[in-house]
């Protein structure tokens, strides 16, 4: 690789400073300030601020909601992970086998991916609406009465394909280049030496994806615990009755509509936290078993 | 251990493209084949329609007494080693070469019976335990083997299993692939490019081109009697030397043949020669030397001891017996 050397000292932090402006106005400012306002308690008009340690914390802690939250997100968490990686593998697998028009199918199931979250849950939420969606009306057919405005399943469920199928073309992208990454002669072995397509792929195929499958596994849990909000808002607003209330939309939602600033900052304070440590740990304990 | 037969084989891609055309081949049961050709003369594609990772479009395939033109690769007790090793990475070398053993619900001790053989055989025991990533070239090469070993199949494939080591390397698993294919009498098909190694390992030598079978013959016959012209090219090294007649029309017997072709070693240099050659280049051998120049206009290689003087000029004889006499057109031998 090519290795500039500056003489001057000032241009490569000038070249520098777009970028880590971006971070510190959009990122650590922010995340400062959210860590202050979490030991501060403001009053409704926002006169009033007193310093009160980490009583926001422990308020939390002792709440009924918010471990109701922290429960609803881990559900969420896992089966927005499971269904996105799973289908996309499952789409991944058969592109790969695919001799022609490959890249024509590969384009098509990219494009969910550049439509906006709040779009995707408004097009879940008509697909899915009790009164004029078509699936409560597919569902009814088979004796199923759809309604995720009263039901808490159903919400759950809903919110997951809203979620989940963002997330499908981004994971099928990462799985189609790791399946392409395996040299074809691994299979050809494989399958001399008498393993059928199926056998193939769990003694052959998964194991080598597993890096692309662990990496996958972050992004998707950093995915479902922070970028879903719009998906959210968009469908069921966290209801019905706490179902669908994720950590990352009782943020907003006790901090901008329940104007609790302290709360709200607490509540994403230990966001941050449970994200950072999930990393960690995956970096350290699953990394370890996917090298090979 | 089984005959394999090919009759009338080809295969046309999808497209219309035809890679192989009409191959007949027929293996006996032990016999050590090598198919040799410069690249993308189709060898590796004929051993893998053998093998069943590629379809046959034409004629049929029999290893024993079976047509296989329809069976899996599993089904056609057959063993590939192939030129990149292919070995499992996320497994230890015992697994790699239990793998094949373990999906035909071979019985435990059985396997690790002919693991242990295997291991022994090519000396690989001490890294039974070790993923294949922590070994070296030579040592994934075993046991690339070793897998093909431990099947304990009717027939062994090669597709250039030597090409990715180095020089010296090369020569000693050649040797050894060898005496291994002798000891356990396995009939072996074995696909190079490398002239060389097609010489020294194969009792009957394939030569192909463009998809088509050049001349089949043990490494002496092709090496003495080449068939076309483009067999005498490309068996022998240095390159036999391949001259249209008129350049050295003066040559008894060459009246009507349209190329002439003399081995470098054929040429002796003495001052009654009727060839007259003028010296371009030398390059030095050691033990001997090639000499490269012009003669009538053509280019001519001729190799001679290295303690012998070079002048500019050189006179040369060559003996009728020593003269290959090809067509012009088709190539094919004429005397």
């Known amino acids: 690789m090519k290795r500039t050397i500056f003489s001057n000292q000032l241009l490569p932090w000038l070249l520098l400073a777009p970028q880590l402006a971006i971070t510190f106005i959009f990122f650590l400012w922010p995340a400062a300030q959210a860590i202050r306002h979490s030991v501060l308690r403001q009053d409704a008009f926002g006169i009033n601020t007193n310093f009160v340690g980490l009583a926001n914390f422990r308020a939390l802690m002792n709440s009924a909601q918010y471990l109701n939250s922290l429960q609803v997100t881990v559900v969420f968490a896992i089966s927005v992970t499971l269904l996105s990686m799973g289908f996309s593998l499952l789409l991944a697998v058969a592109v790969d086998r695919m001799i022609r028009s490959t890249s024509v199918y590969t384009t098509l199931l990219v494009w969910p991916y550049a439509v906006a979250p709040a779009v995707a849950g408004i097009l879940w939420w008509f697909i899915f609406n009790p009164t004029i969606g078509v699936m409560p009306y597919v569902l009814d057919v088979v004796g199923y009465n759809w309604n995720h405005m009263t039901s808490k399943t159903d919400a759950m469920i809903l919110v997951v394909i809203a979620s989940a199928w963002k997330q499908i073309s981004y994971n099928f992208l990462f799985f189609v280049a790791g399946l392409q990454s395996i040299p074809a002669s691994l299979r050809e072995a494989a399958a001399i030496d008498g393993a059928g397509p199926v056998r193939r792929f769990f003694d052959i195929t998964f194991p080598l994806l597993s890096p692309t499958t662990f990496f996958l596994m972050v992004v998707n849990i950093v995915y479902a615990m922070f970028d879903t909000f719009a998906v959210i808002d968009a469908t069921t607003e966290g209801g019905p009755a706490q179902a669908t209330n994720i950590l990352v939309y009782k943020v907003y939602f006790d901090g901008f509509v329940g104007q609790n600033m302290g709360s709200s900052a607490a509540q994403s304070v230990i966001l941050m936290l449970i994200v950072i440590a999930l990393t960690a740990i995956q970096f350290r304990y699953v990394e370890k078993k996917v090298a090979y | ?335």
């Open chain 2, 1 to 335: 251990m089984a005959s394999i037969t090919l009759s009338n084989v080809g295969k046309v891609y999808a497209g219309g493209t035809r890679a192989i055309g009409d191959v007949n081949l027929e293996i006996a049961d032990g016999e050590f084949i090598v198919l040799v050709g410069p690249s993308g003369c189709g060898k590796s594609t004929l051993l893998r329609m053998i093998a069943g990772l590629e379809s046959i479009t034409d004629g049929e395939v029999r290893i024993g007494d079976r047509v296989v033109n329809q069976v899996e690769p599993a089904d056609r007790d057959i063993a590939m080693v192939f030129q990149n090793y292919a070995l499992y990475p996320h497994m230890s070398v015992r697994q790699n070469l239990a793998y094949g053993l373990k999906n035909r619900r071979t019985p435990k001790a059985e396997i690790e019976r002919r693991v242990a053989e295997a291991a022994e055989i090519l000396q690989i025991g001490p890294y039974l335990d070790r993923k294949p990533r922590a070994l070296s070239g030579g040592q994934r090469q075993r046991v690339a083997m070793g897998r093909a070993i431990v099947r304990e199949p009717a027939a062994f494939l090669f597709d250039e299993p030597l090409s990715n080591l180095d020089a010296k390397l090369r020569v000693a698993m050649r040797l050894e692939i060898k005496q291994l294919q002798q000891r356990l009498g396995t009939t072996s098909i074995y696909v190079t490019h490398d002239q060389l190694e097609a010489m020294t390992l194969a009792d009957r030598l394939v030569v192909l081109s463009a998809g088509r079978v050049e001349q089949i013959g043990t490494p002496l016959e092709v090496y003495r009697r080449p068939a076309t012209a483009f067999v005498a090219g490309f068996i022998g090294s240095p390159a036999m030397n391949l001259i249209p007649a008129r350049a050295v029309g003066h040559l008894p017997g060459t009246a009507h043949a349209g190329l002439v072709g003399i081995r470098p070693e054929d040429l002796t240099i003495t001052p009654e020669g009727n060839i007259e050659m003028q010296v371009q280049a030398i390059e030095e051998l050691g033990a001997q030397r090639l000499v490269h120049g012009l003669t009538g206009g053509e280019t001519l290689t001729v190799t001679m001891p290295s303690d012998m003087p070079v002048s500019d000029m050189l006179r040369l004889s060559v003996r009728r017996e020593a003269l290959h006499l090809f067509e012009a057109e088709s190539g094919r031998r004429i005397g």
